[in-house]
């Protein structure tokens, strides 16, 4: 996924820069990036890698170097950024969030146009970043030109300039992601993720529309572009991207939990009869305290995340990688497992390997059920408008699977829609299979239909894309 965050102020931006950023953590694990610019010294940036050292341990040194009253900065699960760029509009750093579908079209179109080449990244890619450029850099103003890239691009793509002048900050064009603008004397900042600057002294100032452009000075916000009427925004930050004190469209992270886990509880009514509620940390614990106050089962903990050494909750791009630190990170707590009926609340499956071998986990440790109640419904597509996840196909994905050996080759939308469908014969002969394989003694997706109720926004606003299909 990855997150950005930007200060422009009428002193030092560094270290509301630098707190800002760390406070998108949670959202990528590969790269960190801080651009700054001074009126004397001119643009200057750091980035590194923070695969195996969190940002705020990587970018000490820089922070206390950089020197600036404004700068960008963001947290990037894959591409090098933010940026530093010199064209015909200027010089500007700028950092993105989001995915280019049609990236090899578009390199063709910007070749033939007279653009001469693209740096490439480790394994053979474009930075999507510098694409976003390329795109501008075709239009006489910078205005201009990210309308013009955020009409071609296909995906997603919410972009953050920084500028001799200030920042400039463009949400995507159907909103898929969020920007918030915060507030304090003499000082705006730009960010993904709404609680990164309440700590800075900032106060909540506005959200910026699909599509819509501003301009950003230590003296006010001036609107560029105005928003667009339609909104496709991703149901999933509120199910397990967002962090839980962060609000978007007004709706907060935690609080959407809670609600998730009460309609799970009210399906479930009279059916299982467990000891104790548990979320699988961290992602699951909020729906988990939901489930636990609609139905007065008890809530607990019967497996701890060992935080000292892994607080972060990504994991590495290879799976046997994923799988072993999966197992590393929880800590069983025997009393509260041996014996006990447990019903678990991830945020969702997705390959199924993780939750089996959780599931695994605590039988072996004494527990005599496992009923899992996935906090989202079962996804049947790969998202196209974000890094959603690092699958490379959605044969990944167990339901895909399940679906093939039961169709054979003859999957189309038709037969997806028939599995999407809670109340078909075939979406109850999907889960029994998942829940035979991975070894649950009883399984029940949160329905889309309650999904929508948790989230409280209008569906037609909404991205469901990954469990519906529909764009």
């Keep these: 996924m990855g997150g950005f965050f930007g200060v422009t102020s009428k002193t030092s931006c560094v270290l509301d820069l630098f707190f800002g950023i760390d406070y998108h953590s949670h959202l990528g694990t590969r790269r960190g990036g801080m651009a700054v610019y001074d009126p004397q010294k001119g643009f200057d940036r750091a980035i590194h890698n923070i695969e195996n050292s969190p940002f705020r341990t990587k970018f000490e040194r820089d922070a206390a170097e950089l020197q600036g009253n404004s700068g960008i900065g963001c947290i990037s699960d894959y591409e090098p950024q933010p940026l530093l760029v010199r064209s015909h509009l200027g010089s500007?750093?700028?950092?993105?969030?989001?995915k280019i579908n049609n990236m090899d079209a578009l390199m063709a179109q910007c070749?033939?146009?007279?653009h001469t080449h693209f740096l490439e990244m480790s394994g053979g890619t474009v930075n999507p970043t510098e694409m976003v450029v390329a795109l501008i850099n075709q239009k006489p103003t910078m205005t201009e030109g990210l309308r013009y890239a955020q009409e071609v691009i296909e995906g997603s793509m919410s972009i953050l300039i920084l500028t001799p002048k200030g920042l400039v900050a463009a949400?995507?064009?159907?909103?898929r992601t969020p920007i918030v603008i915060g507030r304090k004397e003499d000082a705006y900042c730009v960010s993904f993720e709404s609680f990164a600057y309440v700590n800075l002294g900032y106060e909540d100032f506005r959200e910026l529309g699909p599509g819509e452009i501003v301009m950003v000075t230590p003296e006010g916000v001036e609107t560029l572009s105005a928003p667009g009427s339609e909104m496709k925004i991703c149901s999933f930050l509120w199910v397990y991207y967002g962090y839980p004190t962060s609000t978007y469209e007004g709706v907060n992270v935690e609080e959407m939990r809670y609600k998730c886990g009460e309609l799970l509880a009210k399906r479930d009514a009279g059916d299982v009869h467990p000891d104790i509620v548990a979320g699988v940390p961290d992602s699951g614990i909020a729906h988990a305290i939901g489930y636990a106050n609609a139905s007065g089962v008890p809530f607990a903990r019967p497996f701890i995340k060992y935080t000292p050494t892994w607080p972060r909750s990504f994991m590495p791009t290879q799976q046997s990688q994923r799988n072993l630190i999966a197992r590393m990170k929880l800590i069983p707590v025997h009393r509260l497992i041996k014996g006990k009926s447990l019903l678990m609340i991830d945020d969702s499956i997705v390959r199924g390997t993780q939750l089996r071998e959780t599931t695994e986990f605590l039988y072996r440790n004494g527990a005599e059920e496992v009923h899992i109640r996935p906090a989202c419904p079962p996804l049947l597509y790969g998202c196209k408008y974000l890094n959603f996840s690092r699958s490379k196909s959605e044969m990944d994905l167990i339901t895909r699977r399940v679906i093939a050996r039961r169709e054979g080759n003859q999957v189309d939308d038709s037969i997806l829609k028939e599995y999407a469908d809670p109340d078909?014969?075939?979406?109850?002969?999907?889960?029994e299979e998942i829940r035979k394989e991975l070894n649950f003694t009883s399984l029940k997706f949160h329905r889309l239909d309650d999904l929508e109720k948790s989230i409280d926004v209008d569906p037609c606003r909404l991205c469901t894309y990954c469990w519906s299909g529909k764009e």
């Design 171 to 175: 949400r995507d064009r159907l909103g």
């Design 111 to 114: 070749m033939q146009r007279g």
């Design 92 to 98: 500007f750093a700028i950092t993105t969030v989001g």
């Design 424 to 431: 078909s014969s075939n979406y109850r002969e999907m889960l």
